[in-house]
């Protein structure tokens, strides 16, 4: 992928002029465990969505070499920390990965941004913002973290798609965030993704026993995006254009795109950091 022409500013923003005015849709990719095939399915559903001509901007929490940057044999140099520091421009810190397919590295924002103070989380919401800007989609590779916590990027994003191997014990821990996520931060929804099952049956039957169990014990709901079998081949693209709510056109990136200010944590002491 790293021999793909760069990503061209002016082409994805005329293709959204081409396909339409909404909002970008902000989807995060989360797992309760590694090796679930997480990054290798955003990587694929971004160059598919680029693909039919939408422009996606991935924000990666991972370090190297388990990230995005080295699907595409690119080496990141700078991280949005710096952005909210002053010290880069986003334009720096943005990789160019393939046609339409743009990378900015977070592994540095998402470990050290987890108290955010009132400073801070306008300066978070301010570079978010300037992310979406030309993007159809902007898809956040999280991180795993302890605790089964997701990092401040990640809760801002409007849609969470909770990435599951069908295996026991990596149900198990997808579970747990769900339980956590909802607990901690009033989610109600989130989306549903099963990776490495033997067929499509398989991967039916943990959807549907694990939405039933969100409903029942969390009152949470879970919506089916698809499988990917093993070893992880297929996309989200189809999924990601067709089963997600419209955002609407009419309000400003920052309003559509992202939660409200309501659902980032309390104030804290992001300014330490920054």
Same mark, same amino acid.
């Given at each position: ?9 002016? &082409?994805?923003?005329? +293709?959204?002029?081409? %396909?339409?005015? @909404? ?5 995060? /990719? ?7 095939? !997480?990054?290798?399915?955003?990587? &694929?559903? *971004? $160059?598919?969505? *680029? ?20 699907? /595409?044999?690119? @080496? ?7 952005? %909210? ?6 334009? @720096? ?19 050290? =941004?987890?108290?955010? #103070? $009132?400073? #801070? ?15 159809? /989609? ?23 798609? +909770?990435?599951?191997? $069908? ?22 929804? /989130? ?23 969100? !409903? ?8 089916? =995006? ?13 999924? =990601?254009?067709?089963? +997600? ?8 990136? #920052?309003?559509?795109?992202? =939660?409200? @200010? ?13």
């Amino acid at each position: 992928m790293a021999e793909l022409a760069s990503w061209n500013g002016d &082409q994805a923003d005329g +293709l959204r002029r081409l %396909f339409g005015c @909404q909002a970008p849709q902000v989807v995060a /990719f989360a797992s309760g465990r590694e090796a679930c095939g !997480r990054t290798t399915l955003v990587v &694929q559903t *971004a $160059a598919a969505l *680029a693909a039919e001509g939408r422009s996606v901007v991935i924000v990666d929490e991972n370090p190297a070499p388990d990230n995005t940057p080295s699907a /595409f044999g690119l @080496q990141a140099r700078y991280d949005l920390l710096q952005v %909210f520091r002053g010290e880069k421009t986003l334009a @720096q810190v943005s990789l160019p990965a393939a046609p339409l397919v743009r990378i900015v590295p977070a592994a540095r924002a998402a470990r050290e =941004l987890d108290r955010i #103070g $009132a400073a #801070g989380e306008r300066r978070l919401r301010t570079s978010l913002t300037e992310i979406q800007r030309g993007a159809d /989609f902007v898809l956040v590779d999280c991180a795993i973290r302890r605790g089964d916590h997701l990092s401040p990027l990640a809760r801002m994003a409007r849609h969470i798609a +909770l990435v599951v191997a $069908a295996q026991g014990s990596a149900i198990t821990h997808s579970y747990a965030l769900i339980k956590r996520i909802a607990n901690d931060h009033g989610r109600d929804s /989130f989306h549903l993704v099963v990776t490495r099952a033997k067929g499509r049956e398989e991967a039916q039957a943990i959807y549907d026993n694990m939405r039933r169990v969100a !409903r029942e014990r969390l009152g949470v709901r879970l919506d089916y =995006l698809g499988s990917s079998p093993v070893p992880v081949t297929d996309h989200l693209a189809d999924a =990601l254009l067709q089963r +997600l709510p419209p955002v609407g056109a009419e309000a400003a990136l #920052g309003d559509t795109g992202l =939660l409200p @200010q309501a659902w980032l944590p309390a104030a804290g002491a992001l300014d330490s950091v920054l």
